[in-house]
């Protein structure tokens, strides 16, 4: 095929600009990562957790999270012996700021739980997307292309987590990556590096080396709603059974 | 907080899904129950449905043209939406609706109507003076041939789309259906009878709807309404509507007898939020009063005058409880918390993207489209112009 000069010179922005669209979706380049060697997910200890909130404070101000949206909260539940099916929950603006004290309960418990995407592995809100701008990554994060996004918000309404978000300023689909901009550089995420208990654990299953696989096998530890059937990576240590 | 009862997880405190996904169903259930009345006369032989023919597929057409704009508006980014075509997801059940749409437009509806009109077309474009001469030359797509043979096979092959189009009206609305009805996250919609229920709720209102626009216009062209006509659609319609409110209530009575852990939170929302929408709105008035009026139509002799009223009071009623049913489904899904432990509140905006102002915009606008579609290719026998000579 003969290109003249004219020709070429009208082609190459055009093929600039159609390549900058096929790597629009793709992560931050990272030296040495490799996707295949690697399935994230999260292990989260409901007894270490004291709810201080700094999980939220440091998710927002890493990822840029919009006011009254939440890529982590936390809930605070409240659970007597006699309506173990009912328990109270509260999250004043997703637990950021703490909770409100509160005299011990004779007759109940409290305790706080985290919550985050749970990276599941059949995830429902990727089987929904029409255009498979979210999917799940080779590494097992589940993530948004948002430059691809319709922002027609069906992964919303197909999360049983109530994870996702339409964000008001790009108004695209927005939830937790993992902070895969920072595990992909052998960093962990904000929320865990800034849990003061240790609450939260970024795990990597196909590390042998990783502590989650001794964890996993000497605790009682399980995902939410397994009903649900969607391959959850966020593993929960004590988790009650009220807890939805 | 404003709006809120219990706990909700803090990313449902608003909704996502607004009265703009109310409408989608709603414009789509009126096409193919608009189409199944015109597929009466032409493949079931119902020979006395035949004056809302014509009518029926023009309003199929002008609704289908409507139905993406609420769906486009609602995305926040609508210039991405070729996308759905380009790059389809393939497990995903939204991304088959732009196939089954051009589907149903292109294969279906327009063809239907070209095949049906074409003669007329033929004849226009030969009479017509100025531009709708030149609109009526473009719409013959080059094919004036209207030799008797030629229109024997435009009758043949319209019958064949015909026949086609029945089982793509239902996969139209159908699939609709199975948008809601495949969330496993949201157990008001995960049912595998949502499907079946919009596409008979689709085919009542569809039918309401067209006989409410035939009579109306009938009146206003000051022309005699076919009392057969309309009696047999009403009849119909109340088949159909028997049918519909079985397997809702099929649904429901299932729902509360199963009680799984979500019933106390939906028993909850119905009897609060959805009390007016679902329990007065769209089954007392829209359903229960319309099937009793139609029962009694079909059990006493009424006079015609008694009849005409009855239909367009049933025919109302149906229309505001079909769109009850699709408020209640698509609103109602989202004011309960997957946690079952909270309920928000919906609030419709007057003016905006997603307000009253352009919900309004949108159902007024198929009509208008009707309008010109009526004037462009009048339905009625006494308007068709006879074709000046076979090629």
């Known amino acids: 095929m003969n290109i003249s000069r004219r020709h070429f010179l009208i082609l190459m922005p055009a093929a600039a600009v159609a390549w900058e669209s096929v790597l629009a979706g793709t992560p931050e380049q990272a030296p040495n990562y490799k996707m295949s060697d690697h399935w994230w997910g999260m292990l989260v200890d409901i007894s270490k957790c004291i709810g201080c909130g700094n999980c939220v404070r440091a998710c927002q101000a890493e990822n840029n999270v919009p006011d009254g949206h939440f890529r982590t909260w936390v809930e605070r539940y409240h659970v007597d012996d006699y309506h173990l099916e009912n328990p109270q929950v509260i999250s004043p603006d997703g637990g950021k700021e703490g909770f409100p004290s509160v005299a011990e309960d004779p007759n109940g418990k409290f305790f706080y739980v985290p919550k985050l995407c749970n990276q599941c592995a059949d995830s429902p809100c990727t089987q929904v997307c029409p255009v498979g701008a979210t999917f799940v990554a080779p590494d097992g994060a589940v993530l948004i292309d948002q430059a691809y996004c319709l922002g027609c918000a069906y992964c919303v309404q197909a999360c049983p987590y109530g994870c996702r978000y339409i964000h008001p300023e790009k108004k695209v689909a927005d939830k937790c990556t993992l902070c895969y901009h920072r595990i992909t550089k052998g960093l962990t995420t904000a929320c865990c590096e800034n849990c003061p208990t240790g609450a939260r654990q970024l795990a990597d299953l196909k590390n042998p080396k990783d502590p989650i696989h001794e964890f996993l096998r000497t605790h009682n530890v399980q995902v939410l709603k397994p009903q649900m059937a969607t391959g959850a990576k966020v593993f929960y240590n004590d988790l009650d059974g009220s807890v939805r | ?391």
């Open chain 2, 1 to 391: 907080m404003n709006g809120v009862e219990g706990y909700m997880y803090p990313n449902e405190i608003s909704l996502f899904w607004s009265i703009l996904i109310v409408l989608y169903p709603y414009i789509t259930g009126l096409v193919a129950g608009a189409f199944i009345l015109a597929s009466l006369e032409r493949v079931f032989r119902v020979e006395a449905v035949k004056p809302t023919y014509r009518l029926a597929l023009l309003t199929a057409l002008a609704f289908l043209i409507v139905a993406p704009l609420p769906l486009v508006l609602h995305l926040g980014h609508p210039e991405r939406a070729p996308e759905m075509y380009f790059t389809p997801h393939s497990t995903s059940a939204m991304a088959m609706f732009g196939y089954v749409y051009l589907w149903y437009l292109m294969a279906v509806l327009v063809l239907e109507i070209w095949l049906d009109y074409r003669a007329e077309i033929v004849a226009l474009s030969q009479t017509s003076k100025g531009i709708l001469r030149l609109i009526y030359k473009v719409m013959t797509l080059g094919s004036n041939n209207v030799s008797p043979r030629s229109l024997h096979i435009d009758e043949k092959v319209g019958w064949i789309v015909t026949l086609v189009g029945i089982p793509s009206a239902f996969l139209l609305h159908g699939y609709v259906g199975f948008i809601f009805g495949s969330i496993k996250a949201n157990p008001w919609w995960s049912s595998p009878l949502i499907p079946v229920v919009f596409i008979f709720s689709a085919m009542v209102s569809g039918v309401a709807g067209v006989m409410l626009l035939y009579m109306a216009i009938m009146k206003l062209r000051k022309q005699k309404i076919d009392m057969q006509c309309v009696d047999t659609i009403a009849m119909y319609m109340f088949y159909i509507f028997i049918i519909d409110f079985s397997l809702e209530m099929l649904d429901l009575v299932h729902r509360i007898y199963e009680a799984d852990e979500s019933f106390r939170s939906l028993d909850f929302m119905v009897h609060t939020k959805l009390y007016f929408s679902q329990i007065v709105l769209q089954i007392f008035i829209g359903t229960l009063v319309p099937l009793f009026l139609l029962f009694l139509t079909q059990v006493v002799k009424f006079k015609e005058i008694v009849r005409k009223r009855i239909y367009v009071l049933c025919g109302s009623l149906i229309l505001i409880s079909v769109f009850a049913m699709r408020w209640n489904v698509v609103i109602g899904g989202q004011l309960f918390s997957k946690s079952f432990l909270g309920y928000t509140t919906y609030k419709v905006a007057l003016i905006s993207k997603e307000g009253l102002l352009v919900s309004i915009g949108l159902m007024v606008l198929p009509l208008i489209i009707l309008a010109v579609l009526l004037k462009l290719l009048p339905p009625w026998p006494e308007k068709r112009p006879q074709a000046a000579a076979a090629d």
